[in-house]
């Protein structure tokens, strides 16, 4: 594929230095993008740009991962109107090893030709002291070059400290020296990072009178103009820990109609004929788009396994012909899973060691209903059901023996009110 055209279609280019089509076209050409460990593992944010060194790599070129051990100390201005809090060098250790492990994932490091690379800016840093630094480094750019910067205009009235100005300083020299050690001619990121880029091909320009290239996407909204990756709950994290793949199916589930031919151009790997031939052909049923989507994403950033986890875990949820069977098919990961999307009851596994009078379980010991009268009344209107199994008399005891994976009852008022019960 042509990697411009290729991203055109998508609607992934925002910007570009001149001359980048001509030097693409001459042969395998690397180029980069740099991951900052300031959180403990990636977003779907982030993945934009993974997906950007994906399409850069299946076009034939060889994308080179710059992992932010230096910089992550440092912090990034762009797109921030307030200092950074930093984290400590322990943390961002852990952080980096964990983003390392899940880059892997998504890009081939075996690919003959053109592997991907990794690489870390601690390594450019570590032997370099400040007297280096200001010679070598703070001699290239002037703070009025610098201070032109869009990243640090938005900043000059709410304040930045010395650090976070420096932060430029250092992209660009990172630039320059993968440059001179592993030929690497383009950077890339999202709009936001044009400053930081554009003065790492000026470092390599004045010092190395090299040519190098930039080019950015643009910044991924939502429909309603807030930013994407961002929910009530906080950002869709690539770890199953922080997000679970449920949540992370759920997420393209409930996007936005508007929003799904942007989301599938930036993350499907499906080619723009398939993709164009699906939306004539599901023109009016925009679920199904969002259902086609969901499922290829979370394959790939989860599992298949995972998947099929996921729709069994909605087969419960959402299904009215889910019944016992579905049920003890869950593991007990998918129950815990359940169990943080509908209420959720915890009580002393001791509860149940004699095994306890239902009306009480569902009025006292948790409040599934409200009172013993009102557990009485359901029971009566055969709405009442335990692990699947309808309770048809007040007088029925709950054991330890109910409990699914030795933890878990789920407990039905009604169709609609479902209700997990944790025993520890």
């Not at 009442?384 to 309808?390: G, W």
Request: glycine share 8%.
């Amino acid at each position: 594929m042509n990697f411009i055209e290729e991203l055109q279609w998508r609607g992934m280019l925002q910007d570009a230095t001149p001359g980048i089509d001509e030097a693409l076209s001459k042969g395998v050409m690397k180029g980069y993008i740099g991951f900052d460990p300031t959180a403990p593992s990636l977003t779907i944010g982030n993945y934009v740009q993974v997906m950007l060194l994906d399409l850069f790599q299946r076009s034939g070129h060889q994308p080179v991962v710059l992992m932010g051990g230096a910089t992550g100390r440092i912090g990034d201005p762009s797109g921030k109107d307030k200092e950074r809090e930093l984290k400590t060098y322990e943390e961002l250790d852990a952080n980096l090893e964990h983003q390392k492990n899940q880059v892997r994932k998504f890009l081939d490091f075996d690919r003959a030709g053109n592997p991907a690379l990794m690489a870390n800016n601690l390594d450019f840093y570590q032997d370099m002291n400040v007297l280096d630094f200001l010679r070598d480094v703070g001699k290239t750019l002037t703070v009025n070059y610098m201070m032109s910067k869009e990243s640090v205009q938005k900043r000059l009235e709410t304040g930045i400290s010395f650090t976070e100005f420096s932060y430029q300083l250092l992209q660009a020299y990172d630039f320059q020296v993968l440059f001179q050690r592993h030929g690497v001619r383009l950077q890339m990121g999202g709009s936001d990072q044009w400053g930081n880029i554009t003065s790492g091909t000026e470092f390599i320009r004045k010092n190395l009178g090299e040519q190098a290239y930039a080019m950015t996407t643009p910044l991924l909204t939502k429909a309603d103009g807030t930013k994407f990756g961002k929910s009530t709950e906080g950002n869709i994290w690539l770890d199953p820990e922080m997000t679970s793949p449920y949540q992370f199916y759920q997420f393209w589930i409930n996007a936005d109609d508007a929003d799904i031919p942007k989301f599938t151009r930036y993350f499907t790997l499906k080619s723009r004929e398939e993709i164009e031939a699906r939306e004539r052909e599901l023109a009016g049923n925009p679920q199904e788009l969002k259902r086609l989507l969901a499922e290829e994403l979370t394959v790939r950033v989860h599992s298949k396994e995972a998947y099929r986890s996921v729709l069994k875990v909605t087969e419960l949820l959402f299904s009215r012909q889910a019944g016992k069977e579905q049920l003890l098919e869950l593991g007990e990961g998918e129950l815990a899973t359940v169990a943080s999307e509908i209420p959720c009851f915890r009580i002393d596994k001791g509860v149940l060691a004699n095994g306890v009078n239902i009306v009480d379980l569902l009025a006292e010991h948790t409040a599934i209903v409200a009172s013993k009268g009102d557990a009485r009344r359901a029971i009566k209107g055969n709405a009442i059901s335990v692990n699947k199994d309808k309770i048809s008399d007040h007088e029925a005891s709950i054991s330890h023996e109910a409990l699914l994976h030795g933890k878990y009852l789920m407990v039905e008022n009604g169709k609609k009110n479902k209700y997990i019960v944790v025993a520890e």
